[in-house]
């Protein structure tokens, strides 16, 4: 009997351990979407690059190629599609993908204006996760499951995940 109960303690250990080394290898191979926001828009390179984004979309207001969208997804009064040529090259592999010209597509760049036409905000807007880009703190959404601040001053990058990853 005390040994039919030793090869079951080890066979429930050897067990636990192959199911963590699988959970452990499976976040390595399959992060969460918060690792994965987090590589795209976190480091030194895409911050810059999202701050040059957003100089030129704060400068371009009125240019032709920011096209007017109408979405009921979020209100602002007035929303514009930034163009996939714009994006920077690290990011125009998955966003900036325009299916739809007229209404807001996951994957989309868009951009925030208030009242004034003055730019509020630039969003990588995706299903899972994106990012929200501002030059004030309390622009940022709040009606995602999880926002974590990347970068504060001059702009505040904030990424956003619609999922509970645990």
Known sequence: MKRIATFFLAAI????LALLAVRLASHAVFPGYS???RRQFASPEATAAISSLYARVEAARSDPSLKVVQSNLITYPKIRRVPKSWLPEQFSDFWGGVLNDSSVEWGDVLAYYDERDA???IEFFGSRYGCFVSRDATRCPSWFHTLRRLSE?????TTRITENEE
């Open 13 to 16: 250990g050897a067990l636990a």
């Open 35 to 37: 690792e994965v926001a």
């Open 119 to 121: 730019l509020v905000g």
């Open 153 to 157: 001053r001059p702009l505040y990058i």
